[in-house]
């Protein structure tokens, strides 16, 4: 038999093998064999990572963690899966991995110097039901880990941190992320009232290695040692902004790519006389972008955008409020230069209600951007502040963890020209409680705030879940938490995009007429 006939053969056997385990694992009724469009399928597998969560001794943090119910293959439940995240432990000194001097946190100590373990900090039983972990002190290392099986549909977790005092007396959250290789944070500062370092994680064992680059009003900022950083395997390594350049910007757009490997990156923001958050990375470069979830009591907006691209921007800004839309004042349009970092300043833009802020090109077409905003709360030296980044859409399903009794507030936005109806669910309690469902309605071009339902019986903290009804338009969402310390307002805002919990997945079939051809 020829090499050829050989070859063709092995093909149909693996394709028949394919075909088959699609039609196992599939769902019943997922796959119609005369329908073209790819079937969406539960994933099998996540990754999430944490930063390493403060350097001060007064940090006070909790690690939240949540997977949905309702998104399970047929069979699946005897494969309940597993769901932890852990430590980043970087291999023994003798491992042959590379180190680096670049990642220092100011006060000569690494991340990956930390001690640490590899047990779990956090892990989930069964989907639906959130747990929780707590750390305090300045050793709570970066964490990475992976859910399978029932548990990776959605699986979603945070790190929450309140400061109690000294610089930095804040409360900062962030969702925990997926790896990826490309990540724009507009926002940061080299200020001499901030310091803002960028945390890169590592989650594969081999080292990483990432580039970061700075822009300004005038351009790309020259970063003398931001080229070529060494990220170890399985560790952390936090960049101080202001050790890659001698140039002092108050609003500055990062860009972090990785030339070997996958990170997560997020960047730590401390101002000394507004406290503190995490900033996320923007949405990918868009020519529109929506920020979601502007606190009604926002004293002071700072909106930062960034073409990134070879064209200059031109935006049409408009708030999206309980009532509609509207343009503030002196805002119709903002040009922002190629290459270049602008920023405006909106004051106190919601004057009292919750809002969300909406850019759209000028023009047709229009160039792409990234934005965030930097929001504060408080006057004088009762100050707080908190980051939005520009948010992708809800999608199919979106969580977030860490809600707290008379402490969240959920802040629902429909940009388009459709009304969206949105399932608003309250799961159960990390110590107890039982789940709860609301439905929404959102007129399209406004923002509806509202106080999620409490877990009936609640104990502890519990995970929110929201999922539009994709007959409606598009939803954004973002979700408040606050608290107050001596009369201090802190706050931290996370916003929820798609969760991922489903792939789509082609339908196959034999087709043994390709050994005739």
Excluded at 139 to 146: E, K, M, Q, R
Excluded at 342 to 361: H, M, Q
Excluded at 435 to 447: C, D, F, L, R
Aim: proline fraction near 8%; charged fraction near 20%.
């Amino acid at each position: 038999m020829k090499r050829t006939t050989l070859s063709l053969a092995a093909g149909a056997v693996a394709l028949a093998a394919l075909t088959g385990f699609a039609s196992l694992t599939a769902p019943a009724g997922s796959v119609d064999a005369g329908a073209k469009a790819p079937a969406r399928l539960p994933v099998e597998r996540s990754s999430l990572l944490c930063p390493a969560p403060s350097n001060s001794d007064l940090a006070q943090t909790t690690y939240t963690a949540f997977t949905p119910k309702g998104t399970a293959t047929a069979g699946s439940a005897d494969k309940p899966g597993t769901a932890a995240l852990t430590p980043a432990v970087p291999p023994p000194a003798d491992s042959g991995a590379p180190a680096t001097d670049k990642g220092k946190d100011g006060k000569g100590k690494k991340a990956s110097d930390k001690p640490a373990s590899d047990k779990p900090v956090i892990s989930l039983k069964e989907p639906g039901k959130p747990a929780a972990a707590t750390a305090n002190g300045a050793d709570a290392p970066a964490l990475t880990g992976s859910a399978d099986g029932l548990l990776a549909p959605g699986w979603t977790a945070q790190l929450t941190t309140q400061i109690t005092g000294g610089i930095g007396r804040a409360l900062l959250g962030t969702n925990c992320t997926a790896p990826d290789a490309d990540f724009w944070f507009p926002g940061a500062s080299t200020a001499k009232d901030r310091q803002d370092y960028v945390h890169l994680t590592n989650p594969d064992d081999t080292a990483a290695v990432a580039d970061i680059e700075l822009f300004g009003k005038d351009g790309a900022i020259k970063a003398d040692t931001g080229e070529g950083i060494t990220i170890p395997a399985r560790s952390s390594v936090p960049v101080l902004l202001s050790t890659l350049t001698g140039t002092v910007a108050d609003d500055l757009t990062v860009h972090v790519t990785t030339r070997a490997g996958r990170v997560g990156a997020v960047v730590q923001a401390t101002d000394a006389k507004a406290g503190a958050d995490w900033l996320p990375a923007s949405a990918e470069p868009a020519a529109s972008q929506v920020l979601p979830g502007i606190p009604g009591d926002a004293a002071d907006v700072r909106l930062i955008v960034h073409a990134p691209g070879a064209d200059d921007a031109d935006l049409k800004v408009k708030l999206a409020g309980k009532g509609g839309s509207f343009t503030p004042a002196g805002l119709d349009t903002v040009h922002v230069k190629a290459g270049m970092t602008a920023s405006f300043d909106l004051k106190n833009v919601t004057r009292g209600e919750s809002g969300s802020l909406i850019l759209t090109p000028n023009a047709d077409g229009g160039t792409p951007v990234v934005a965030a905003l930097r929001v504060v709360r408080g006057t004088g030296d009762k100050q707080e502040t908190a980051f939005i980044p520009a948010a992708a859409p809800v999608g199919a399903r979106a969580t977030v963890t860490d809600n707290r009794d008379k402490a969240a507030a959920l802040v629902l936005t429909a940009p388009g020209t459709k009304d969206a109806s949105v399932k608003v669910t309250s799961s159960a309690g990390t110590e107890g409680g039982e789940p709860q469902s609301k439905t929404y309605t959102v007129k399209a071009g406004t923002t509806l705030a509202v106080d999620p339902q409490v877990p009936s019986g609640l104990k502890g903290s519990y995970a929110l879940t929201v999922e539009p009804d994709p007959a409606g338009g598009p939803v954004y969402a973002a979700r408040t938490l606050a608290v107050t310390q001596d009369g201090v307002p802190l706050f931290t805002v996370q916003t929820l995009t798609d969760d991922k919990g489903t792939v789509a997945v082609p339908a196959a079939a034999q087709d043994l007429t390709v050994l005739g051809k």
